[in-house]
């Protein structure tokens, strides 16, 4: 199984602020890197997909980067609904496998 | 506006069948463009996932779960399904259901997800 690695797995943070999240794969993945926020008690929400791909309906305040084995999410600005759990996953071979979690925490 | 949700027993007992049902609204599950799969979270654990399905029948499964699990469709009914035999504590998890992108494999939306016990 490719193994996806985040860091860090928690952040904290203040609203307006710009934050990266990392992920690395344990082998090439091309492009097939995905990206998700979880909030308590909603569904899961893709945010990025294809590495760079913002989804319809997603602020651009959001932005994905990367290649390979190697990826990130920004938020350019911190809004006090970006507070939530972000996972990275892959969908480059099944079994699909996601990254552990960053728990992105007001300071 | 697409919708899943799943439903289910929410306590099932050791070495019993788990069953699931995912129900779409708002969009065809006999689409081409799309795959049906199953996502689950046990609790204080990160994301796995289980499987998915296309609209013919034709599955794909993770292999640390293929010789329990099975995943169906039923077009007629707009809904497709989750079975995992054999369960154990380990298989206790909020299960969620979401459609894939068919080449890409993306998966969204997702469906709220629910809550799986396993006990006696």
């Known amino acids: 199984d490719i193994q996806m690695t985040q860091s860090p797995s928690s952040l904290s943070a203040s609203v307006g602020d710009r934050v990266t999240i990392a992920c690395r794969a344990s082998q090439s993945i091309d492009s097939y890197l995905n990206w998700y926020q979880y909030r308590p008690g909603k569904a899961p929400k893709l945010l990025v997909y294809t590495a760079s791909t913002l989804q319809s309906g997603v602020p651009s305040r959001f932005s994905g980067s990367g290649s390979g084995t190697h990826f990130t999410l920004t938020v350019s600005s911190l809004q006090p609904e970006d507070f939530a759990t972000y996972y990275c996953q892959q969908s480059y071979t099944i079994p699909y496998t996601f990254g552990q979690g960053t728990k992105l925490e007001i300071e | 506006q697409l919708q899943l949700q799943e439903s289910g027993p929410g306590l099932v007992k050791p070495s019993e069948t788990l069953s699931l049902t995912c129900t779409v609204s708002g969009g065809s599950i006999s689409s081409a463009n799309y795959y049906w799969g199953w996502i689950r979270q046990p609790p204080g654990k990160g994301l796995e996932w289980i499987g998915n399905?296309?609209?013919?029948?034709?599955?794909y499964y993770n292999p640390s779960l293929k010789s329990r699990v099975t995943i169906s469709v039923d077009t007629s009914k707009n809904h497709f399904s989750l079975s995992l035999s054999s369960v154990t504590a380990t298989d206790a998890a909020v299960y969620y259901c979401?459609?894939?992108?068919?080449?890409?494999?993306?998966?969204?939306?997702w469906g709220q997800g629910t809550l799986v016990t396993v006990s006696s």
């Open positions: 399905v296309f609209y013919s029948g034709t599955a």
């Open positions: 979401a459609r894939h992108g068919a080449t890409r494999q993306q998966l969204d939306p």
